[in-house]
């Protein structure tokens, strides 16, 4: 009985020395087996890892659950970039040779375990070394990325261009389309139905939070009030990510509070992440305008933002739609303003299997869809405005993602109340 105790104290300690020694790696020439490199050069030569090793996220569930069924479904558990994935299973590969549980009697050498840790840390070499080289551009590809924002990539998955033959997405793509002078029109209308069809849904598609079901039930509510729902989208690029939704009533005219949403050098004000927004190119400008071809204004925005615990900041580049509506054509009176991110190029379009990271400075974020229907409400003197967003956001547990996008949407729509607190509508 006392023997097993000390195999198995043993049998930890190596555990313990293998993943103390994992989160550190060496700069060529090879080192000494007792030289170790401190965490921040691992970061400066691999940037992908940064969120990996500042959040200990997948190096945490190795340490922890090597011993409890490592691979049963964690990482379907956990939606976080695929890099991350290969990266965790490249050391959990090794880690699972020296560790598993029906083999505790056996012992190791200290060699044995620094040639396993030294063909860990090759591959994770050939790894970020692939990712570099895939991320070199020359001078000619780099300037036609800085104006890919006036023809950028965008999604159509869910849009129907049907019967459009100047509206044809990319041959190798069929989920994608490339923006252009002579297919815009025809991409923007139909964009602005499918997110007029997902806020307008009042199926039972959306779950309250627990207190928007109490408000539910109480037949008065406050002007001050904020509804949440989450639901998913019945399927489509990453549908397995909720969906939020949101309704609150403001005390100000519907076209100040499309002004202020619209305008990006007052983010902030609503904002506390946002480190900015600024407009990269406009398709057309006036909200309130219809040239015959596109109907308000369109324009192809980034945003950068930064949530306290994260080190890298959020990057977010999306074509941004506003336009009136009216009784007649819509049913209603206010303002449509939606949101979906573009890319590049198709290389730098995520998928299903594949995310190519833009710029290793920032965490591409993408918004699959955004909403805001404002309506005017009291004549006008003031409006209601319902949202909804479907985020991706890399790196992210899945598990944190509903918790989180409802509390930002509330958030949200309470700091844009703050903003017209008290105000008088004429």
């Known amino acids: 009985m006392v023997e097993d105790q000390r195999e198995s104290s043993e049998t930890e300690d190596v555990h313990v020395q293998i993943s103390s020694k994992s989160k550190k790696r060496r700069t060529p020439p090879r080192p000494s087996p007792t030289t170790e490199v401190p965490t921040t050069t691992l970061i400066k030569k691999h940037p992908e890892l940064d969120l990996l090793l500042s959040t200990n996220l997948a190096l945490y569930v190795l340490s922890t659950s090597l011993y409890f069924h490592f691979h049963v479904d964690i990482w379907d ?11 965790a299973e490249i050391v959990a590969s090794y880690l699972l040779r020296f560790t598993r549980r029906n083999d505790a009697t056996r012992r190791f050498t200290e060699e044995e375990l620094v040639a396993s840790r030294s063909k860990c840390m090759d591959e994770l070499d050939d ?23 006036q023809s950028p990539i965008l999604r ?18 069929s989920d994608l389309i490339q923006v252009q002078p002579d297919n815009c029109h025809i991409v923007f209308d139909s964009f602005m139905k499918r997110a007029f069809d997902a ?11 627990n207190k928007t079901a109490k408000l539910l039930v109480n037949s008065s ?40 949403i619209f305008d990006s050098s007052k983010v902030k004000l609503y904002n506390k992440m946002s480190l900015g927004r600024e407009d990269m190119h406009f398709f057309k400008k006036g909200i309130d305008t219809d040239d015959g071809k596109i109907n308000g204004e369109v324009k192809v925005t980034r945003s950068v933002n930064n949530i306290p615990i994260i080190t890298k900041n959020f990057e977010l580049i999306s074509l941004m739609h506003g336009r009136s509506l009216s009784e007649e054509h819509d049913g209603m009176q206010g303002y449509m303003i939606v949101n979906r991110s573009v890319w590049e190029d198709a290389n730098t379009t995520p998928s299903d299997t594949v995310h190519a990271v833009a710029d290793p400075n920032y965490i591409r974020c993408e918004c699959l869809l955004g909403c805001n229907l404002i309506k005017a409400l009291d004549g006008g003197k003031k409006c209601e405005m319902t949202t909804v967003n479907h985020f991706y956001t890399p790196f992210v547990p899945s598990f944190g993602a509903k918790k989180f996008g409802m509390s930002a949407a509330g958030n949200y729509l309470r700091d844009l109340q703050n903003q017209f607190h008290g105000k008088e509508t004429s």
């Open 156 to 173: 159509i998955q869910d849009l129907d261009l049907s019967g459009h033959t100047d509206a044809k997405p990319i041959p190798h793509r």
């Open 77 to 87: 558990k956990i939606q976080i970039h695929p890099s991350f994935i290969l990266i």
């Open 221 to 260: 509510h406050s002007d001050d009030d904020v509804f949440i729902w989450s639901g998913y989208f019945d399927s489509g690029y990453k549908s397995s990510i909720p969906v939020i939704k949101s309704r609150a009533i403001f005390q100000c005219t519907p076209r100040e509070l499309v002004d202020l």
């Open 199 to 209: 806020v307008t849904d009042e199926s039972d598609r959306w779950t309250p939070d």
């Open 127 to 149: 790894l970020a070394l692939a990712d570099s080289e895939d991320n070199v551009s020359d001078d000619s590809v780099q300037e036609e990325k800085q104006s890919f924002e």
